[in-house]
């Protein structure tokens, strides 16, 4: 049924009416430019006239927030928005790096735009632009990196309803590096560890899991609550499938054993993992400049996959003997093993 202002002679507030018997309210007011109107219709309620009054009141309210944040939305400028997601990260290496990347790379192109008007064609042209300057395709996805979990947040706060990166994707030809000696690598990288991390279990027991497999993620959210060292198996998340605790990794990590909580917890955050390592791996790449988790982990893959088919590393160079670290404790690579979960005692 259709209403006009006249329908409602009792004002109740500014921008508020009721009609005669104070069942149906009206309301019409403005919001910067935009006009917003309607009715609440309280026929079926069997309440007094303050709490219909207060009811009425509080739905205005509730419309005039709506109606601004609608209009901050649409107005909101991308460069803007962008700045208050980077400000809330912590400032690692990485988060720098996406920082560096948006300001060389974007904000030319975005940062003057509302962030509601931004469509798939406008990250197609940055796209097309960063290939006309013969950028990798490393640093074209990159592109897609730093603005993906952008208009992702976005969307979670109302602004947008979808993402203009959605379906797009930069295929990144993979080039593994041909790994020469191996087993030397290997060797090399384990007296490191053990040289770098002699008096520091935590550290040396981490990297020991990211050598057996583990990724990053993994490794800072185990908790000692899922690792079993009756039986030397330990899970990354609870339920999950379970691992064999090796040896060395077992060794350290009594050290500093605790019966429950994250292994890895911060000493500034208690109660809480640590969140990076990059101070550590820069130890480690004082003596092996190339090293990473990653890196790591591929030579140890190679070895696994040469004494599976057989295969011998070659003569020692003499020359990469000398440069070697006395090893302080001996470690035996072995391939990942899944075995299910935990048996019940």
Request: net charge positive; proline share 4%.
């Amino acid at each position: 049924m259709g209403y006009s202002r006249k329908d409602f002679p009792h004002k109740i507030a500014t921008g508020l009416w009721c009609n005669d018997s104070a069942t149906i309210f009206y309301y019409d007011f403005k919001v910067d430019s935009s006009r917003i109107r309607g009715t609440l219709d309280y026929t079926n309620k069997n309440w007094p006239m303050s709490m219909k009054t207060s009811v009425a009141k509080a739905h205005i309210t509730k419309l005039k927030e709506e109606k601004k944040e609608l209009l901050s939305n649409d107005l909101v400028k991308f460069g803007v928005f962008i700045t208050r997601y980077f400000n809330k990260l912590k400032k690692t290496e990485w988060v720098k790096t996406k920082i560096n990347h948006y300001n060389k790379y974007i904000k030319q192109f975005l940062a003057h735009k509302r962030l509601r008007s931004i469509k798939r064609n406008d990250i197609e042209e940055i796209l097309l632009y960063q290939k006309s300057l013969n950028l990798k395709p490393r640093t074209l996805k990159t592109t897609l990196e730093v603005l993906n979990p952008v208009f992702k947040k976005a969307i979670e706060n109302g602004i947008i309803t979808k993402n203009p990166c959605s379906g797009l994707k930069i295929e990144v030809e993979s080039k593994k590096e041909v790994i020469l000696d191996p087993e030397e690598k290997l060797q090399e990288i384990v007296s490191v560890l053990y040289k770098v991390f002699e008096d520091d279990p935590f550290y040396l027991s981490l990297y020991l899991f990211a050598m057996q497999g583990r990724t990053k993620g993994e490794i800072l959210k185990l908790r000692w609550e899922l690792i079993d060292f009756d039986n030397n198996l330990y899970q990354v998340k609870k339920g999950g499938k379970s691992y064999l605790l090796q040896p060395n990794v077992k060794e350290q990590l009594m050290k500093f054993y605790k019966p429950y909580g994250w292994v890895y917890e911060s000493s500034h955050n208690l109660g809480r993992p640590i969140t990076n390592i990059e101070k550590q791996t820069i130890k480690i790449k004082k003596f092996i400049p190339k090293f990473t988790i990653r890196y790591m982990q591929d030579i140890v893959k190679e070895v696994q996959e040469r004494q599976i088919m057989g295969v011998y590393a070659p003569a020692k160079d003499p020359e990469i003997e000398k440069k070697k670290v006395t090893i302080k404790k001996p470690i035996k690579i072995k391939p990942k093993l899944s075995i299910g979960k935990f048996a019940k005692k």
